[in-house]
């Protein structure tokens, strides 16, 4: 029951935040969101081509004194939803997917010079408890 009442919860939370409220006020050339209430502007960022899968572009980016990052995966120059979205702490990954925790995220530029989206993103720990929480996730990145 436990479980249901932080789900709930972190889905009410997750309800009254607006993306578009934030997205005049993050910097280009960055990512942005909130960490389980932490809040990241990160500046410092790589993009490039998967080498196992040339349809795919990889963003990645180190964060917290290089204690965690973050990657993803887009299809290139396709706007619409992140594949696949990783946070790598402590040596530990949690991967969100399609199917996988609870995810809204979404890509509306996508050329070869740049990246604009937003994502929304619960990774769960294994008895699906909330374990890392994004909001307010905006990219707009340059590469």
Known sequence: MKKIIVFVLALFAISCLSDDENLSETAENSISFT???????LTDYEVRIDPTNADMRIVEASFDHHTKQISFFVIVEETNEIEQFILE???FSWIS????????TSITTHTNTNMIGTFTIIMEG???????????GIINISY
């Open 89 to 91: 702490e402590n040596d």
């Open 126 to 136: 294994r008895s699906g408890e909330p374990a890392h929480v994004f909001t307010n």
């Open 97 to 104: 997917e399609f199917g996988l925790g609870y995810r809204e």
């Open 35 to 41: 960490l389980n209430g932490v809040d990241y502007l």
